[in-house]
């Protein structure tokens, strides 16, 4: 195979601009799919979290064969929190498609993974989607792209980029957006002129880079990457190298794949530039590299952003531990943690001072909150800490991440949000009105931020979209004002009764329904006040032989508070704990009884 006959194209947008549903519909014009064949949508949305929140989560390879040409597709994740997925997957590229909204343009995480594609030097091209669109502004949203360019300091053959306009969903592409096509011939003309071919060194010892970890049950370590020079062969050895091992690792290849579409189909051997699929070989890690065994040339590892949010996982020890999950040691826990830095670098794990207590650093509260997820639908119970950012010290300072947030909300609610993130130490750096919304950026502590998306939404009416990116380390903002208001907690063990919770309704809002086992020192609610309150949820309604004139009360208890997994783990406080489990989320207290938590309570006053 020739550098001609091959492509390596990255696709990047922010969350919800329609990159994987345009990956869908290049799918269809290029024949990958039979005309009869059922296909879900958003294809390459395999991961059960994916489809459910509708954001990509985990950077994926496919391949498309148009024109004689093989076309390698990297799908990158358009959340921030994901994107040491994009750093190192921008690897296996030679140019970027930058996916933007007709409407929408540019946003904070379209900044970030751009700024990313200029550092490893990859040729930019720009897709303006969602052009039919009846508020689209593709003349605007184009001189902002322009305007992203030049801030990001791109070069001048990267400002000279080409443009399609057309939309992802009904599969059309067009250079002239007064005149629509009927396919999306002119996005892959566009793909096929402008990408670059990769360079070739067929002849060289052979290369092949990791940028990528997966797993199977039958084939064990999958390694994804590109081979940068020489042929990859099935069968044969090589040494493992990396900048950091001192001596390389003998290995042979026993499983050697490349993408055809959406499957991996086993071959003898992949070419240079183009994308392999490596499995069986067990020390392979994320940025080691096959090395001919006379010319143990490591390739540079790959740079990781550092992790800015850290969260504690602790072994479950409420009075219901062990009753719902399958997987409650700490062995089992710190195995799955292990497993999931291993697959993620931007994930890091580091002991505490106790056996069962494990910190997991990351790039966010979603980040983590998706490995939370993931651990309780396979099967494991723990608890979890409040998030807290990560300091550190730079030019003998102490400093914090600081992130560039960007809120969408409807012009009438824009004082209260400025209001909102101003008291949490943002700074306001740029405002525009866009149609009915306005677009407010924000320079703001990372900390600032958490438990910011639901107060936004609260504030707004249900209506703010809000989106962030770090952008620096600065010296500590000052004190942010957390929950102002303290919570109801179970003071005895039972099942939560209408007629109790019915009593206390005026106390606050209750997290729990009726017929719910709580237990001492678990939070069921949030107290109207400052200060936590010990509340009793299964008071009875005692039986006497006296008769009300008229009938019996009947209670009538407001729905309750149902959160999400992100809601909870911003919600909650350092004196407190959310226990996930297969089955239940809840918030307790981490001194589970009352008179034991004063006594600390006065303890801590007296220090």
Known sequence: MTSQAIRNLAIVAHVDHGKTTLVDQMFRFAGTFRANQHVEERALD???Q?????????????????????????????????????????????????????????????????????????????????ADRPDARQAEVLDEVFDLFVELGASDEQLDFPVVYGSGRDGWATHDAEHPTDDLAPLFEMILGK???????????????????????????????????????????YVLCHPDRERPVPVAVKSLFRYEGLNRVATEEVQCGDIAVVAGIDELSIGDTLCHPEHPDALPAIAIDEPTIS???????????????????????????EKAAARDVALQLAQTDSADAFEVKGRGVMHLSVLIENMRREGFEFAV???????????????????????????????????????RRGEMTHMNAVGEL????????????????????????????????????????????????????????GQTVPYGLDGLQDRGTFFVPPGFNVYEGMIVGENNKEGDLPVNV????????????????????????????????????????????PENLRLRKRVLNETERKRAKRSAGAV
Request: proline content about 5%; some cysteine; overall charge neutral.
């Open 385 to 423: 800490g409040k998030p807290h950012v990560i300091l550190k010290d730079v030019d003998g300072q102490r400093c914090e991440p600081y992130e560039i947030a960007s809120v969408e909300v409807p012009t009438d609610n824009a004082g209260r949000v400025i209001e909102y993130l101003g008291r």
């Open 438 to 493: 306005s677009q407010i950026e924000f320079l703001i502590p990372a900390r600032g931020l958490i438990g910011a998306r639901t107060a936004l939404l609260t504030l707004s009416q249900g209506e703010a979209v809000l989106s962030h990116v770090f952008e620096t380390w600065k010296k500590d903002g000052g004190r942010i004002p957390r929950r102002n208001v303290g919570v109801l907690v179970a003071d005895r063990a």
């Open 311 to 337: 969260m504690v996982f602790y072994v479950n020890n409420s009075p219901v531990a062990g009753t719902e999950g399958r997987y409650v040691t700490s062995r089992q826990i710190l195995g799955r943690l």
């Open 538 to 581: 299964c008071r009875q309604k005692k039986l006497t032989n006296m008769r009300a004139a008229g009938r019996d009360d009947n209670a009538k208890i407001s729905p309750p508070r149902l959160m999400s997994l992100e809601e909870n783990l911003e919600y909650i406080e350092d004196d407190e704990l959310l226990e996930v489990t």
């Open 195 to 237: 990408v670059p071919p990769p360079a070739i060194d067929a002849a060289g010892p052979t290369q092949f880079q990791a940028a990528t970890i997966d797993h199977d049950d039958f084939r064990g370590r999958i390694a994804i990457g590109r081979v940068s020079r020489g042929v990859l062969s099935l069968g044969g050895r």
């Open 50 to 130: 994916e489809r459910e929140r509708g954001i990509t989560i985990l950077a994926k390879n496919t391949a498309i064969e148009y024109a004689s040409t093989r076309i390698n597709i990297v799908d990158t994740p358009g959340h921030a929190d994901f994107g040491g997925q994009v750093e190192r997957t921008l690897a296996m590229a030679d140019a970027v498609l930058l996916l933007v909204d007709a409407f929408e343009g540019p946003m904070p995480q379209t900044r970030f993974v751009l700024r990313k594609a200029f550092e490893h030097g990859l040729t930019a091209l720009v897709m303006i989607n969602k």
């Open 46 to 48: 395999s991961n059960p």
